[in-house]
């Protein structure tokens, strides 16, 4: 077949190249983005470990979209919070989290959108998806920053332990007293950077796709 772009294949104009359907190799694609988004959901996000002298098998508090789960049968984040209350930190629980409560919702939104993209949807709805994708990654991961943020600057004055305001670990390793903290994204945060990122690739290969064939038909005219 002649790749090369024929007046009747090319759109007149942008708004007319936006308005029709995605290629025919990105629906299965897309199906498969969203299998990736929907274990998001089951996986961790964030994992936070801790390490010191005095629990030399570490603490560890892993982060779910919609839970917390800590090591040890949970009593990790009992030692945790006893922790953190020595020092003034606000407790550790999914109340405090609060603001990662709309995630699942998020989730589910966006395999919706993705499905329908891949059944009836045209280039304007896939650029609108990637677009919603990055907002939502962008929007949890900041919220994520501020409340370690939060938790490390709104010190309780009267606490037994007076520590100066701190940031904890947000990406990496960084020592905190006599303790070594560790902050990663997890398997969940994987599989979501892969529906994000999926997205956007299939998005910049259609506008780029869509922009050599009316290239080679200026060129074809000329």
């Not at 929907?38 to 570490?58: D, H, V």
């Amino acid at each position: 077949m002649n790749d090369t772009a024929t007046h009747t294949d090319v759109p007149r104009s942008f708004f007319e190249f936006v308005n029709r359907p995605i290629a025919g190799w990105m629906r299965p694609v897309l199906i498969v983005l969203t299998f990736a988004l929907a274990a998001s959901y089951f996986f961790p996000l964030w994992r936070i470990a801790m390490e010191a002298p005095q629990y030399p098998e570490g603490l560890r508090l892993d982060i779910y979209s919609y839970k917390l789960e800590a090591g040890n049968d949970g009593h990790d984040l009992v030692e945790i919070n006893t922790l953190n209350h020595y020092i003034g930190m606000h407790k550790i629980d999914r109340e405090a989290l609060a603001d990662l409560d709309w995630m699942p919702y998020a989730i589910g939104v966006l395999g919706l959108l993705a499905l329908r993209v891949a059944a009836i949807g045209a280039v304007r709805d896939l650029i609108d998806l990637a677009v919603l994708s990055a907002y939502v990654s962008l929007i949890a991961f900041g919220r994520f920053v501020y409340m370690l943020y939060k938790f490390g600057h709104e010190l309780d004055p009267h606490a037994p332990v007076n520590v100066e305001p701190f940031w904890p670990a947000i990406i990496g390793t960084k020592q905190i007293a006599n303790f070594t903290t560790h902050s990663l994204p997890q398997l969940g945060s994987v599989f979501m950077g892969t529906f994000t990122g999926g997205v956007f690739a299939l998005m910049l290969w259609q506008l780029w796709d869509g922009h050599r064939k009316a290239r080679a038909a200026r060129a074809a005219a000329g």
